[in-house]
């Protein structure tokens, strides 16, 4: 699905930004293997994986790009510097399980416009502890956190995420151990609640910290990554600042509106006023479909706040290699859809 914005009540100005979210699934680099050894790419297989990539860049051309499931990072950075990204920044690195085997990828940024400063984004002791976790809680993928300069719009801090997967949270246990029925669905329930309550912490916890920086600055603030669930779920909540009971408007210095962070979808469906428009989903599971990727933009991207400077003008999710798949293009590219938007200033 491809919409472009030609009802906005907003006129354009010749500015606009593309933001890009893609889960690479498994970029790795031969001989490294994800998780075992077995999972090597031929040099055919990887040839195909950074061909797709490539022909995505070269027919979209965002500007600022979030990725996850890295492992070979500067392999990805040398990738995309001729294509124009002069920018790329990670703060992590993949776990190694043995001399080629790695586990835990992670999340990194590229764009076509200084990156000022990178971090990692580290979860509060103090918030874990509110929240009944023990003070050592860390997220799953470690966040990024980035501060750039964009044209037009100044200073923009960036967040690149990839939240706990809906996996069941289980013990490591060896073959020779039998399980019974009963202790296979106990344990299938109490590792989905574990991955519900560690995902939700983490939405929880980079809340806290973009509220934070937010109450500091005046940078708008853009969230993108793979959450691995529904934006309006119970676990992702914290993403929701409006309904909360304790607070009121005259406690702050800025509008509870400053706080708050908007789901670029509905964004882009308010401004052209097609309210019926059906959301296209990011990944499929056993053939049904679900929207796990999001890009969430502060208020100063939400043209229905007269302060706003700029608005979703495009919205795009690249997804014909889910739904209709070449054999020779698109075996070995990502199980997720691509999100891409366009952003316009306002005039």
Request: aromatic share 10%; net charge negative; hydrophobic share 35%.
């Amino acid at each position: 699905m491809f919409a472009t914005n030609s009802k906005s009540s907003y006129a354009h100005s010749a500015f606009g930004l593309k933001l890009a979210t893609i889960n690479l699934f498994n970029f790795i680099e031969p001989p490294g293997a994800f998780y075992e050894f077995s999972n090597i790419y031929s040099e055919d297989q990887w040839r195909q994986k950074r061909a797709w990539l490539n022909r995505y860049i070269g027919s979209y051309e965002p500007d600022i790009i979030a990725f996850q499931e890295v492992f070979s990072a500067n392999t990805l950075r040398s990738l995309l510097e001729p294509l124009g990204y002069r920018f790329f920044s990670v703060v992590d690195e993949p776990e190694p399980l043995d001399e080629y085997i790695y586990k835990s990828p992670v999340v990194c940024l590229a764009s076509r416009y200084p990156i000022l400063s990178a971090l990692p984004l580290r979860a509060d002791p103090e918030l874990s502890v509110k929240l009944g976790l023990t003070e050592d809680f860390e997220y799953s993928r470690l966040p990024l956190f980035a501060t750039l300069e964009l044209p037009s719009i100044g200073q923009t801090d960036v967040y690149v995420v990839h939240l706990k997967s809906k996996r069941p949270i289980t013990e490591e246990k060896s073959e020779q151990d039998k399980k019974t029925l009963h202790d296979s669905m106990r344990e299938e329930i109490a590792g989905s609640w574990a991955s519900s309550i560690q995902r939700g912490s983490e939405a929880c916890h980079l809340m806290a910290s973009i509220i934070e920086r937010r109450s500091h600055t005046n940078n708008p603030a853009i969230l993108m990554g793979d959450f691995n669930d529904d934006i309006n779920s119970e676990v992702l909540r914290a993403f929701h600042v409006t309904g909360l009971r304790s607070i009121t408007e005259d406690m702050a210095d800025m509008p509870l509106s400053h706080y708050q962070l908007h789901d670029s979808w509905d964004l882009y469906v308010k401004n052209i006023g097609e309210s019926g428009l059906e959301r296209p989903s990011t990944h499929y599971f056993h053939a049904k479909g679900s929207v796990l990727d999001y890009i969430l933009l502060s208020n100063e991207f939400n043209s229905t706040d007269p302060a706003s400077i700029a608005e979703v003008g495009d919205f795009h999710c690249e997804d014909k290699h889910l739904v209709d798949p070449k054999f020779d293009q698109d075996t070995y590219s990502s199980d997720h859809a691509i999100i891409c938007v366009t952003i316009s200033l306002r005039r």
